[in-house]
């Protein structure tokens, strides 16, 4: 995995791209994408968890989510997963059915190479072609990187909410961003 990595660090950027592979998680997937989202918990604020998920957890996750007919993909080079996206219902009330919560979790040697942008843009185009109306993100007030990645994707940022989170001894503000799904 390692030489594989450093190889892609190498090369241009649109080679990178190109080789990408982005396709539905498989169960196999799962103890890459068990460490990717353990590497976030542990030392980020993308997500407001504390404890690392087991196994067991993020299978349970997987099958939820696809009895739930919401979508769980990889990004994919060579055969190396290096990161993955998915959307949920934004609420359980059944009047926002058409309103989704999307995350994406990258390899942390995988960032600024553009694969959490392939995955947002097919996380984009699976949400239209599911009739779906409007895409939320909820990201750290902090993360501005984030945040202008969003805007890079259409998303405008629509509510800003202090310190509902805490991690790492400190309150964390959040920011939602909203993508209406409609076709131009």
């Known amino acids: 995995m390692k030489q594989s990595l450093l190889l892609f660090t190498c090369l241009e950027l649109p080679y990178i791209l190109m080789d990408l592979i982005i ?10 994408l068990l460490d990717i989202i353990n590497h976030a918990i542990l030392h980020t604020t993308a997500i407001y968890d504390y404890e690392p998920r087991t196994l067991e957890a993020q299978t349970a996750w997987l099958n939820e989510m696809y009895e739930n007919s ?24 059944i009047g926002y059915k ?3 919560e999307h995350s994406i979790y990258l390899d942390e040697k995988s960032t600024g190479m553009g694969i959490g942008g392939k995955i947002l ?29 969003h805007k890079k994707y259409g998303f405008v940022e ?7 989170g805490y ?18």
């Not at 998680?25 to 103890?31: E, I, N, Q, V």
């Not at 629509?158 to 509902?164: R, T």
Request: aromatic share 10%; net charge positive; charged share 25%.
């Open 121 to 149: 843009a097919a996380l984009i185009q699976r949400a239209r072609e599911s009739g779906l109306h409007t895409m939320i993100g909820g990201i750290d007030a902090r993360n501005r990187g984030s945040i202008e990645f």
């Open 98 to 100: 058409y309103c989704v």
């Open 70 to 93: 919401m979508p769980v993909i990889v990004g994919e080079i060579e055969g190396v997963v290096i990161g993955y996206g998915s959307f949920q219902r934004f609420r359980p009330k």
């Open 167 to 184: 991690k790492f001894d400190e309150w964390l503000d959040l920011v939602f961003m909203q993508l209406l799904l409609k076709d131009d």
């Open 23 to 32: 396709r539905n998680a498989t169960p196999k997937d799962l103890p890459v």
């Open 158 to 164: 629509k509510g800003y909410l202090k310190e509902v």
